[in-house]
Structures are given as structure tokens and as C-alpha cells.
């Protein structure tokens, strides 16, 4: 009767689970393992192959997909002669600072022939991220996407979409980018621009020799579709619109926004943006362009060239219609190049969803308030180093960029594992300045003195700081967009304008109640934007511009955020496997 009775229980837990009546058991987290082979492939593009670095031959790399709460453990084998590390843009990584991966910043890259396991949990975050290599220029090919569902039983704030779509932006080179930007900062010029944008890998019937490879989204009528659009491009903001369809934005960065409606989205490099396409209600015999063209403000050459792909709706046996080829192709009509007012619009349409289940936790004191100046600028052409020759930045010089005017110089050993271990002096000084040292009208003409200063300085903060930093971007070498980018946080983005900041006035208009929290933000072209976060997540956080030209010549810096007292506000120690310098 015993062992009957015992075998009843049994069923009735396991019954329990599988329908999901013991929500503790049944929503139980999980370990998910993924392998990333770093090797060479042969692809082609254009017409032209070339042999690029990828993970595990793929070109956009791999999708991981996960739910919010699960621990994932990636092992990142090197194959290739190239240093690499690989950073999971968006992640908070709290406690977990060593699998960041931007190379000499939490890490010592992984050297050919070694390997190193990302170990991290996944903590009250869910939606479109997405992963790269965080090492010189290698991100041109070692990207993709890094979705995470939410927890199993818990919907999104929205109708379940039909299907879920990853639209995935990049940039093509027919040249090596590792020699693109190795020769840039050779001479000091500029580099040389992409010869294509892609969609998922693809560049598109509008590009030479390219019609064969076009993404197609295929569709049909009657149904919602989210397209978990992500911008892995280089050194280019992007417009992208679908000819003839609207789409509704819910969530910026893997944070759900109050969602609106738009032809046309903006999308700068490490931003992620997810819409619902909702498609029409019967075919409608016809296709469909999905195009995207770079968002120019800065003086410098860019790939001026538009990406397509194509929205091809699928027919059932009752709806007889011509054949594919024979259809219309509709266009899109995307904003000209350097349309900044549309870029503020569409920016000031982002709000936080800021509901009880997802609440936006702005701070409303603030414990540091900073103001960091960005731009670029020059160093002199060092004549020992270029035989003589002149450099060829601006006038004889060669291009800088800075945050209030120190161009960051990348350690030769990584700044987490000296903090750690104690080991600071002379790798890191912890005392980057609050505020630019000399101010001046940062908005105004351009100055005679260009120079920028070099240096590994950090910004030191106690656990749980409440920062409100003001991002200004200078006029020095002409006034540009830059999408600023940090790590291991979100950021409530309060306010932004044109012109210089104004202590006295700006705060006054602030948004401290429903702003767009995110991961990386433009900073409007010669203006400024403030945010506000806590500094609750201790270790080495880097921050940069995500036009890589910009990181390369110096626009990022770190901050250092101390232990806590209590066991969960400190940083844990180095895994084993943790790559040596």
C-alpha cells in the first residue's frame, strides 16, 4: 500500500511539473553551454573572397539564445593567429566582471591556441542583445545575435508576436579590416570606408554582383512579426524602413519603451531596437524593400551606399498571383544623410514603459554629478616613428579623439586584474578629472590648439554611487554624433539638447520619471545628453564611443566601482582559466 501510495505522489509531482503547477520547479533556471571556435573561413561577398575570422565558420556568428535567470558558460577557443576576446554587449554582469571581455580592460585576450569559458547569469534582464569581438577592429566579422526570452510563464508587455526575427546590420570590407586600421593609425588619417553594409551577412541586390545575396523575409498576410533589429555596423548610424509598412517600437537596448508607431527607425552602432511588423491583412501582390543608410554628421568620409533587403509575402494555394520576379518592388523613403531633426524626434519618442512590472528605477538624488567633454582632435606626427613623412590628419597631424581631452591609452595589462590584485602603479591613475580641466566654448568656432593629452586615467566609485553624467560633444574638429556606449550598466537617459549645457537652466528640464533606459546612447551632434545610474555592479567598467574609428583613436575611458560591504556587492575572484598577458 506504502510503495502505491509513494508511486500515486510521484505522478501527481510530475504531472504537476509538466503542466507547470509547481512554479518553482517548472521555472527553474538553467545552464546552457555554447562553444565558439574562433577560425578562418573563406567568404565572398561582392564578388571578392577573402579569408575573415569567425566563430565556428559563420558569418554573422551564431545565435545564443537564452532565458532571463539562466547561467551561460561559452567556451572561446583560439584557433587563429589574431588575439581575441569577446564582449556580450548589454549584459550586466554583476559580480561577474571577467566575462565582460573587452581585451586589456577585464581581460588579457586569448592568445592562439588557448581558450577561456564566459561564465555568467543573466539577472532581471530580457530582450535583443548581442555579442562581438572586443579586440582592434576583429568585430567587422565575429558578431551576432544574444536574445533573451523572458522567464518561462511571464509574457511580454504586448500580443505574442507570430514569429521573432533577427535583423542584424554589419559592414563589408574587401580589404582586411585588421590592415584598414593598422595603416589609419600608422599615417594618422582617416580610414578607408566599407564597401557595403549588410543585412544578417547579406549585402543586397542594390550592391554589384550581389542580387543572389539578399536577405528575404517572408511573410504572411495578417500576422505580427518582431524584428529584433540590431546594429553591429562599425562606424555608421543607420536609417532603416520598410516600403510601405509601419513599425511599432516596444523595446530599445533589452528595455521595454511605451510603444509607438514609425516609418523609419534611427540605430547607431551597439544599439538594439525591437519592432512589430504587423503585415496586411491580405497580399498584396506585391514586395517589399527593407533599406538601410548611414546617419552622417561628422566631416570625415563614410560608405555612402544603402543596404536592401527584401519583404516578400508568402501565397497560399487560393490566392493565385505572378510569379515572384513579376511583382512590384516598392521602395522606402529613408531621411536625407544628416537629418539631425529627425534623429531628435525619434530619439525624444523613446520612453521607459515604467509599469509596476517594469518600473523605471530613475535616480532621483544624485552623489557625483560629472561632466565629460567628447570629441576629437589631433597628436603631432611623431617624425621617428613615420621616416619623416607627414602625417595625414589635420594639417600635418595626426587624428585623436578624447573624453575631456585624454585620449585613453590601452594598458599592456588588464586594469581588472590590477585593481584586484593590487597591482595599479603604473598601469592606472585613478584620478580622471570631473569636469574638463580647461573649459572653453565647446560648441563654438573651432580652436587653434587641436592637441589632446594621452593617458590611462580611471574614475574611482564607492558601491552605490548615484551618478548623473552630462555628455558633451565638442566642435573641435567639427561637431559629430557619437553613440556612447558603457559597460556593465543601464543608464536612464534624463535629458539632451543642443549647444553647451547650461547648469542653471537644463536640469529644470529634465525627465526623471519615464526616460528610455539603455545601454548606449548618441550624443546629439554638437550638443549634449545627460543620464543618470547607480554604481551598483563593482569592478572595471570601460566606456566608449561605438564608431570603432572613434574607440581606435582614443574616446573611451573606465570606471573602477569599489567593493560593497555585504558579500553580494563585491566582485568575486578571477576564474582559473582567465587568460594570461
Known amino acids: 500500500m506504502g510503495v502505491a501510495l509513494f508511486s500515486l505522489v510521484r505522478l501527481f509531482v510530475l504531472c504537476c511539473i509538466t503542466l507547470g503547477l509547481i512554479p518553482q520547479l517548472a521555472l527553474a533556471s538553467i545552464t546552457r553551454h555554447y562553444t565558439f571556435d574562433v577560425q578562418l573561413q573563406n567568404m565572398t561577398r561582392l564578388c571578392h573572397t577573402k579569408s575573415i575570422v569567425t566563430i565556428n565558420g559563420q558569418f554573422p556568428g551564431s545565435r545564443i539564445v537564452a532565458r532571463e535567470g539562466d547561467r551561460l558558460l561559452i567556451k572561446v577557443v583560439n584557433h587563429v593567429q589574431s588575439n581575441i576576446s569577446i564582449h556580450w554587449l548589454g549584459i550586466r554582469q554583476l559580480q561577474t566582471g571577467w566575462a565582460d571581455g573587452p581585451a586589456y580592460i577585464t581581460q588579457c585576450p586569448i592568445q592562439t591556441g588557448n581558450s577561456y569559458v564566459y561564465n555568467f547569469t543573466i539577472l532581471g534582464q530580457r530582450g535583443t542583445l548581442w555579442w562581438h569581438a572586443h579586440i582592434s577592429w576583429l568585430r567587422s566579422t565575429i558578431y551576432g545575435p544574444l536574445i533573451i526570452l523572458p522567464k518561462r510563464g511571464v509574457p511580454y508587455p504586448f500580443a505574442k508576436p507570430y514569429k521573432e526575427v533577427p535583423i542584424i546590420f554589419g559592414e563589408w570590407w574587401n580589404a582586411d579590416t585588421e590592415a584598414v586600421i593598422k595603416q589609419a593609425l600608422q599615417t594618422g588619417g582617416g580610414p578607408n570606408v566599407s564597401d557595403a553594409y549588410t543585412i544578417n551577412g547579406l549585402p543586397g541586390p542594390l550592391y554589384n554582383c550581389s542580387a543572389k545575396d539578399t536577405f528575404k523575409l517572408k511573410v504572411q498576410a495578417g500576422k505580427t512579426y518582431m524584428l529584433r533589429i540590431i546594429n553591429a555596423a562599425l562606424n555608421d548610424e543607420l536609417f532603416f524602413s520598410i516600403a510601405n509598412h509601419t513599425l511599432k517600437v516596444v523595446e530599445a537596448d533589452a528595455v521595454y519603451v511605451k510603444p509607438f508607431d514609425t516609418n523609419t527607425i534611427l540605430i547607431a552602432p551597439g544599439q538594439t531596437t525591437n519592432v512589430l511588423l504587423k503585415t496586411k491583412p491580405s497580399h498584396p501582390n506585391a514586395s517589399f524593400f ?238 549634449w545628453v545627460a543620464i543618470r545610474f547607480l554604481a551598483d555592479n563593482p569592478g572595471v567598467w570601460f566606456m566608449h564611443c561605438h564608431l570603432e574609428i572613434h574607440t581606435s583613436w582614443g574616446l573611451r575611458m573606465a570606471w573602477l566601482v569599489l567593493d560593497g560591504k555585504l558579500p553580494d556587492q563585491k566582485l568575486l575572484p578571477p576564474p582559473l582559466d582567465l587568460p594570461k598577458c
Open 290 to 527: 527593407m533599406t538601410a543608410r548611414p546617419y552622417v554628421t561628422g566631416l570625415g568620409t563614410f560608405d555612402n551606399s544603402t543596404v536592401a533587403g527584401i519583404l516578400e509575402y508568402e501565397s497560399n494555394a487560393l490566392h493565385s498571383i505572378l510569379p515572384m520576379k513579376k511583382l512590384p518592388l516598392h521602395k522606402p523613403i529613408l531621411p536625407v544623410l544628416n537629418d539631425t531633426s529627425f534623429a531628435t524626434k525619434f530619439s525624444n519618442k523613446l520612453r521607459s514603459l515604467n509599469t509596476h512590472q517594469f518600473p523605471a528605477n530613475v535616480p532621483q538624488k544624485v552623489d557625483k554629478r560629472l561632466f565629460f567633454t567628447i570629441g576629437l582632435g589631433t597628436n603631432p606626427c611623431s617624425q621617428q616613428k613615420h621616416n619623416n613623412q607627414t602625417c595625414q590628419g589635420p594639417n600635418g597631424t595626426m587624428f585623436a579623439a578624447s573624453i575631456n581631452n585624454i585620449s585613453f591609452t590601452m594598458p599592456n595589462t588588464a586594469l581588472l586584474q590590477s585593481h584586484f590584485f593590487g597591482q595599479s602603479n603604473g598601469v592606472y591613475s585613478p584620478y580622471f578629472p570631473i569636469s574638463p580641466l580647461i573649459p572653453f566654448n565647446y560648441t563654438g568656432a573651432q580652436l587653434n590648439n587641436t592637441n589632446v593629452s594621452n593617458g590611462t586615467k580611471l574614475m574611482v566609485l564607492p558601491f552605490n554611487t548615484s551618478v548623473e553624467l552630462v555628455l558633451q560633444d565638442t566642435s573641435i574638429l567639427g561637431a559629430e554624433s557619437h553613440p556612447l556606449h558603457l559597460h556593465g550598466f543601464n543608464f536612464f537617459v534624463v535629458g539632451q539638447g543642443f549647444g553647451n549645457f547650461d547648469q542653471n537652466k537644463d536640469p529644470k528640464k529634465f525627465n526623471l520619471i519615464d526616460p528610455v533606459e539603455r545601454n548606449t546612447v548618441g550624443v546629439p551632434s554638437g550638443g
